[in-house]
């Protein structure tokens, strides 16, 4: 039997301007001895809160998103609702909970900075029954966010 923590990476495989073809392959290098990691990769949007849920009732306690800010979002919200625990490794457009929180940008630092010891927590804001981790916006920041959200480009240039 293993002594390893069981840990599930949510990776969001369109997430950010450039594509991650080898991104479990960064991950497994990264990982060292600790962990005994699951690769999961979302297919829609909601899919990353669900394999979250679906992962927790099979024992793992441990979630890292592997995206931008809505994968990030979905897994946090999840984890946040089950007790499990997160992290993330940042690559998305905007990253910006990742830049807040101090986590590198870089994947490879961004994994080797995963410690199961080294917890932090945060804040967790609500709105209407919807959570939030970093940011909220209303209004037109609202309406801008919405249209991004569906745009298939990523980036400063699409935002603005």
């Given at each position: 039997m293993s002594n390893k923590t069981?840990?599930?990476?949510?990776?969001?495989p369109i997430a950010g301007r450039r594509k991650h073809h080898n991104i479990v392959k960064v991950l497994k290098q990264?990982?060292?001895?600790?962990?005994?990691?699951?690769?999961?990769?979302?297919?829609?949007?909601?899919?990353?809160?669900?394999?979250?849920?679906?992962?927790?009732?099979?024992?793992?306690?441990?979630?890292?998103?592997?995206g931008g800010d809505g994968?990030?979002?979905?897994?946090?919200t999840s984890v946040f609702k089950s007790g499990a625990k997160m992290g993330?490794?940042?690559?998305?457009?905007?990253?910006?909970?990742?830049?807040?929180?101090?986590i590198p940008l870089r994947?490879?630092?961004?994994?080797?900075?995963?410690n199961p010891q080294k917890l932090k927590k945060i804040d967790v804001?609500?709105?209407n029954e919807h959570y939030f981790f970093c940011t909220c916006g209303v209004?037109?920041?609202?309406?801008?966010?919405?249209?991004?959200?569906?745009q298939e480009t990523r980036g400063l240039r699409t935002y603005v």
């Amino acid at each position: 039997m293993s002594n390893k923590t069981k840990i599930a990476f949510i990776i969001n495989p369109i997430a950010g301007r450039r594509k991650h073809h080898n991104i479990v392959k960064v991950l497994k290098q990264g990982l060292g001895d600790v962990w005994k990691p699951l690769f999961l990769e979302t297919q829609y949007s909601g899919h990353a809160g669900e394999l979250v849920l679906e992962h927790v009732a099979r024992g793992v306690k441990y979630f890292v998103a592997v995206g931008g800010d809505g994968t990030v979002s979905e897994v946090a919200t999840s984890v946040f609702k089950s007790g499990a625990k997160m992290g993330i490794i940042p690559c998305g457009s905007g990253n910006g909970l990742a830049r807040t929180l101090k986590i590198p940008l870089r994947i490879d630092k961004a994994v080797a900075a995963l410690n199961p010891q080294k917890l932090k927590k945060i804040d967790v804001g609500t709105i209407n029954e919807h959570y939030f981790f970093c940011t909220c916006g209303v209004g037109f920041d609202a309406k801008v966010g919405r249209k991004f959200a569906k745009q298939e480009t990523r980036g400063l240039r699409t935002y603005v």
